[in-house]
């Protein structure tokens, strides 16, 4: 891991790419693995736009446990040290699939949350904006679906569902930031996700090299300067190195 550690210290502009895998330490699921939440529910339908407009509660049912408690999970040693690393000027940004707002929680501040947040709502209707503290309190009640207390319309978290447009902002950021990085490390990601996916062949188009940490194999792992397997025995080499 020592190898790893000097690249870290020697990049110019290191960028890492982070997926769900990096919280099932926090005691979030992740959504592909062994235990993962799509063995709890439909896929194609939990994140899916046009079965979100039709059939909203399936989303907020399901979502209840695994969404709208996210305010009682805590940042892990992963989150910590990667906002260590930015506060040292090492970490120049976080392009993350994630939508557990973690990495901000942990103080890291320069994070690209590619596939939204649930951090902010919005009536499809009107447009009204509502906190996640608002919604999660509607969900946790008896009204399971939350409605706009103006128009009356459908309330959707800032998540970026199936068959909905990225926000192009974030991924103009997320596709700058692969591009001028010279190290990418790849946490937590199986890589099957697009366009998050093709962010590290970005960097390695650009010259750069990719590290990938993930405990299953990726797509990409042929494209690895560095493969490592246990996001948790590499965050605590560094926790005790970066001082």
């Known amino acids: 891991m020592h190898q790893f550690l000097s690249l870290l210290r020697d990049s110019s502009h290191c960028v890492f790419l982070s997926g769900a895998g990096i919280s099932t330490l926090s005691g ?3 959504f592909r693995g062994s235990k993962g939440l799509y063995k709890q529910f439909d896929a194609d339908k939990i994140f899916d736009i046009d079965y979100f407009k ?3 509660s399936y989303f907020y049912t399901h ?6 408690n996210l305010d009682k999970k805590e940042p892990n ?3 910590k040290v990667l906002a260590k690393l930015e506060e040292k000027g090492i970490v120049k940004s ?5 939508i557990d707002m973690l990495h901000q929680k942990a103080g890291s501040k320069r994070v690209i949350e590619i596939h939204g947040s649930p951090a902010s709502h919005t009536c499809l209707q009107c447009g009204r904006r509502f906190s996640y503290n608002q919604i999660a309190s ?3 009640s008896q009204q399971v679906v939350p409605t706009c207390d103006g128009c009356g319309g459908l309330v959707k978290p800032d998540i970026i569902f199936f068959g909905e447009n990225l926000n192009q902002k974030s991924l103009i950021q997320a596709i700058s930031e692969s591009s001028k990085a010279d190290l990418m490390v790849v946490i937590g990601s199986s890589l099957v996700v697009y366009p998050a996916a093709s962010l590290p062949l970005n960097t390695v188009k650009h010259g750069g090299k990719i590290i990938i940490i993930n405990n299953m194999p990726t797509p990409l792992d042929e494209y690895a300067y560095i493969l490592y ?3 948790e025995e590499v965050f605590s080499y560094l926790e005790k190195e970066i001082k």
Do not use: E
């Not at 979502?63 to 709208?68: A, E, P, R, S, V």
């Not at 976080?94 to 994630?98: A, L, M, S």
């Open 28 to 30: 979030i699921p992740d």
């Open 54 to 56: 039709k059939n909203p």
């Open 63 to 68: 979502g209840k446990d695994f969404i709208y």
């Open 77 to 79: 040693i992963i989150h």
């Open 94 to 98: 976080i392009i993350t699939q994630n």
């Open 138 to 140: 509607i969900v946790h």
């Open 229 to 231: 397997h246990d996001l």
